[in-house]
């Protein structure tokens, strides 16, 4: 049973804004929920990506908000309108496609190509190049925590 979405993957997008979900990612939202709609929230300023979640990711989310203390009326107002007010279900075709709205594809650049990274829980949906240079500023600028695998495997 694939519980996480991981891994990193580029899919061509066609001038309709039509795109393939990696096939790995489907198996993921099959298991969490369906395989046929997923939940986009879309970039923020300065967010370089859409972060995509399963329904039933978004609904914890949602959850976890409501149950959030909040410093004031505004942060909790500016919290709730990014992570559900601007939340959008899209919905994949049987053969795994689905539509990334001409709003969706401005507010990343899109033109031809999609970046999906998996991040665990959720998943990424970047412009490939701003994916690189993201990755590569990340490298230079910090070294993985350390792991111990004791057990894991």
């Known amino acids: 049973m694939v519980r996480y979405f991981i891994g990193s993957a580029a899919h061509k997008l066609d001038a309709k804004g039509r795109v393939s979900l990696p096939a790995d990612y489907r ?3 099959k298991t ?14 300065g967010v370089p ?6 329904r039933q990711g978004h609904e914890r989310l949602i959850e976890r908000i409501a149950g959030m203390t909040f410093a004031n ?6 919290t ?23 709003e969706l594809r401005e507010g990343l650049g899109l033109d031809k190509e999609v970046q999906f990274v998996g991040d665990g829980e959720t998943f990424q949906i970047w412009q490939p190049s701003a994916h690189a240079k993201a990755e590569a500023a990340a490298a230079e600028a910090a ?7 004791a057990g894991l495997v």
């Open 73 to 78: 009326p505004a942060e909790k107002r500016e």
């Open 80 to 102: 709730r309108r990014r992570f559900i007010s601007e939340a959008r279900p899209i919905s994949v075709e049987e053969g795994g496609r689905f539509v990334l709205s001409k």
């Open 27 to 29: 198996e993921v939202l």
């Open 32 to 45: 969490q929920d369906s395989a046929d709609v997923f939940v986009i929230v879309p970039a923020g300023a």
């Open 49 to 54: 990506f859409h972060l995509a979640f399963s």
């Open 143 to 149: 070294a993985p925590a350390e792991i111990d695998f």
